[in-house]
T-cell receptor, first 112, second 117 residues
Framework: QKEVEQNSGPLSVPEGAIASLNCTYS??????FFWYRQYSGKSPELIMF????GDKEDGRFTAQLNKASQYVSLLIRDSQPSDSATYLC????????????FGKGTHLIIQP | EAGVAQSPRYKIIEKRQSVAFWCNPI?????LYWYQQILGQGPKLLIQ????????DSQLPKDRFSAERLKGVDSTLKIQPAKLEDSAVYLC???????????????FGPGTRLTVL
């Protein structure tokens, strides 16, 4: 059974600070990793994906992947109140059946 | 480019009734997914289509759920009969990639919120 674990939070971060979101996964054969943002009552929106070890930066967002530790993280710099949402970590294991396995999400609150 | 369309957006039914959801993926996307998202949890894959064929339905409760994707475009998901625990948001997603690629970027529709009383 593939599992993706996230701290459900809420994680409270002051405006302008760095928010750090973490995710671990159980399937060592997982190939790529996604971070989705979900506002209350809305559908998930893709923020970033990463499939190589190391860091990947896109604007204020940085995804970090460590396959040896089976660990993925998302850093949000200069956090804004509009970043307040639930962040879902999703894992893709490849192969023919390639639906994503999601964690339960971390609820992030940016305090003005 | 138009996104993934779903209807209805909301549905309230009583247990043991039937319900159907419709999805129209992004034009040209070969792969279509149905996910179930229960409140407080992440989406869970129910079924995956590539064109009009089923790739994975291992987590679909086949005694009550069914899905089809005729002509490899639109898809419908049906529940018959519904149970209280089926109350959830049903999300449709599509991807331009064929199954088995290196990575799989999926785009989600707005979802259908189902309440079973």
């Amino acid at each position: 059974q593939k599992e993706v674990e996230q701290n459900s939070g809420p994680l409270s971060v002051p405006e302008g600070a760095i928010a750090s979101l973490n995710c671990t996964y159980s399937d060592r054969g997982s190939q790529s990793f996604f971070w989705y943002r979900q506002y209350s009552g809305k559908s998930p929106e893709l923020i970033m994906f990463i499939y190589s070890n190391g860091d990947k930066e896109d604007g204020r967002f940085t995804a970090q992947l460590n396959k040896a530790s089976q660990y993925v993280s998302l850093l949000i710099r200069d956090s804004q109140p509009s970043d307040s949402a639930t962040y879902l970590c999703a894992v893709y294991s490849g192969g023919g059946a390639d639906g994503l396995t999601f964690g339960k999400g971390t609820h992030l609150i940016i305090q003005p | 480019e138009a996104g993934v369309a779903q209807s209805p957006r909301y549905k309230i039914i009583e247990k043991r009734q039937s319900v159907a959801f419709w999805c129209n993926p992004i034009s040209g996307h070969a792969t279509l997914y149905w996910y179930q998202q229960i409140l407080g949890q992440g989406p869970k894959l129910l079924i995956q289509f590539q064109n009009n064929g089923v790739v994975d339905d291992s987590q679909l409760p086949k005694d009550r759920f069914s899905a089809e994707r005729l002509k490899g475009v639109d898809s419908t998901l049906k529940i018959q009969p519904a149970k209280l625990e089926d109350s959830a948001v049903y999300l449709c997603a599509s991807s331009p990639r064929l199954a088995g690629g290196t990575y799989n970027e999926q785009f989600f529709g707005p979802g259908t919120r189902l309440t079973v009383l």
